[in-house]
């Protein structure tokens, strides 16, 4: 991570892809998928999550194709089978023949796809406030993924995202805009997820008889209070998947890993290294 710019790192081709990533620590290789709002990159979502892992972790934090400060192709076709594909060409560009996957809401579809698809890539699957199976689309959801850039709106989403009034700062809101504007950024998020946004919760499904088939060690995070991603999803991944665990914070939103940074960080962490 550069002193200027944190969330511009190294960069790696991943199928194809010219990839930003974070890096830090060593140890067992963990790879943080981030979520999908506007503005978002690796760095946003995962900055108080990144240390703590890199204590005895390998921890690797890509920006997902259309956010932060990958690549964008012209005419790139934005799906779950991009993204999943983008994470194991990662996986095959750094050598890495086994992870761990952590993965945020949006990003929790893309960890399940790829578990799904190649369980040998994944040796453990973490899901926070994950998508991946079927929910009638939120309110939240709805407004994040129909974001029009300005920072009234992102101050709209950001209420949505957080339990706790004190996390929303009008100046908190002017940084995450500005994200949302850098040269690229809001014109690859428009064109994801066009309305009506239902399809888009659809197409990011795993089967559950393929979820149900995961051999994999699972910890699955949410909070109680939740307005984007449901909390039945988590309480359904946790009937599906064989070896689960539920951990559900409470007076918490979509932002578990930062309205509850601390424990959340020794939760994951906890769960990564055991034995």
């Keep these: 991570m550069t002193d200027q710019r944190p969330e511009i790192g190294s960069h790696v081709m991943a199928n194809g892809i010219a990839t930003n990533y974070l890096q830090a620590g060593d140890g067992d290789p963990v790879v943080l998928i981030h ?13 108080l999550t990144i240390p703590r892992l890199a204590t005895g972790l390998r921890v690797l934090a890509p920006d997902m194709v259309g956010f932060g400060f990958t690549r964008r192709p012209a005419s ?32 929790g579809a893309i960890a399940l796809q790829v578990a799904s698809q190649h369980p040998d890539r994944v040796s453990r699957l973490a899901l926070m406030g994950a998508v991946g199976v079927p929910f009638p689309i939120t309110e939240g959801l709805d407004e994040v993924w129909g974001y ?17 009034r004190e996390l929303i700062t009008d100046e908190l809101a002017e940084v995450r805009y500005r994200a949302s504007v850098e040269p690229g950024f809001q014109e690859s998020y428009s064109a994801m997820f066009p309305a009506p946004r239902q399809r888009w919760v659809d197409s990011m499904v795993t089967p559950e008889e393929d979820i149900a088939s995961l051999g994999q060690r699972t910890l699955i995070v949410h909070g109680r209070e939740d307005r984007v991603i449901p909390l039945a999803n988590s309480y359904r991944l946790l009937e599906l998947i064989p070896k689960a665990q539920l951990h559900v914070f409470g007076q918490c ?13 020794d939760l994951l962490f906890g769960f990564l290294t055991a034995e």
Excluded: C
């Excluded at 979520?35 to 900055?47: D, E, I, K, L, M």
């Excluded at 790139?76 to 809401?105: C, H, P």
């Excluded at 300005?150 to 957080?162: G, L, N, Q, R, T």
């Design 148 to 164: 029009e850039p300005s920072v009234e709106a992102m101050h709209k989403i950001m209420d949505y995202f957080a339990f706790s």
């Design 76 to 107: 790139m076709d934005y799906n779950l089978k991009t993204w999943s594909d983008q994470i194991v060409g990662f996986l095959d560009a750094l050598g890495i023949e086994r992870a761990s996957l952590v993965g945020n809401s949006f990003g």
């Design 35 to 47: 979520g999908s709002g506007p503005g978002v990159s690796a760095y946003a979502n995962w900055r």
């Design 253 to 265: 939103g979509h932002w578990t890993q930062i309205e509850y940074a601390t424990d959340f960080n």
